[in-house]
DNA sequence: CCAAATGCTTGACAATACATATCACTATGA
DNA sequence: TCATAGTGATATGTATTGTCAAGCATTTGG
């Protein structure tokens, strides 16, 4: 990727774009279903799992991990007696609101009648 | 799934969720990177591989056959001599470009130090 | 006639996600 | 006190999914 050469036909150029990035980050496996389901308050570990529903424990940590790498949700270990994780959504996680809701809007629209699949 | 019944444990009931089967949908990968590249017009099988960029023709040939079968995009075979396929996108799949300008707006605005990964 | 493009398909392989079991720990109830 | 259940994960093996490198039939241009 990223070689502008080849003149005759036109290679589009993904040298540097957000929105593939951002898609790239948005469309791994249950990603939109976590941060979906951490748009309602912080959650914790099993917590999450429940709300996400289906996903299993090995991808939810994976997952989990690689967004607050990315920046996108935040791990809380509250130093109670029993010590609890918490999940939540930063400022950026919190934005992805928007994404979510347009995506609300098209599966209300034109999702309702699923029949095949 | 769908048993509101079972009083003891609280199952979270995706009984159907337009949102939910939405995420499903757009989650897959290279749906939304297809999409996308649609948006500016409609493309032969080659050029959409292209204009995506890094999906291997075996993906791109599922991913457009399930896309169809959803109708968010139609695939037309032109009866000329040499015979041309092209994609584009329905109503329903240009209702989704709601969607990736959310996702745009977002990678803009948060993504665009990626730095790490 | 040969190279190149279109629109895919195939088959072997690798990466990913899955179910399931388990762990250490802490409450809670009997 | 001692099982039971909840927390937050991790480990195992298997199944699903995606990928790579080819190839094929077709047609057009040189």
Not at 1 to 29: G, W
Not at 59 to 67: G, P
Not at 92 to 105: M, T
């Amino acid at each position: 990727m990223a070689r502008p050469i080849t003149s005759e036909t036109s290679e589009v150029d993904h040298s540097f774009c957000p929105v593939y990035e951002a898609i790239n980050v948005l469309q791994e496996k249950w990603t939109l279903h976590i941060i979906r389901s951490l748009l309602d308050g912080p959650k914790g570990f099993n917590e999450l799992s429940r709300a996400v529903g289906g996903c299993n424990p090995a991808t939810l940590a994976q997952r989990v991990e690689k967004l607050e790498h990315l920046g996108i949700i935040s791990k809380t270990i509250h130093s109670t007696m029993p010590p609890r994780t918490s999940y939540a959504l930063t400022e950026a996680g919190q934005a992805l609101q928007a994404v979510i809701e347009a995506i609300d809007r098209w599966g209300r629209r034109y999702l309702l009648e699923p029949a095949a699949q």
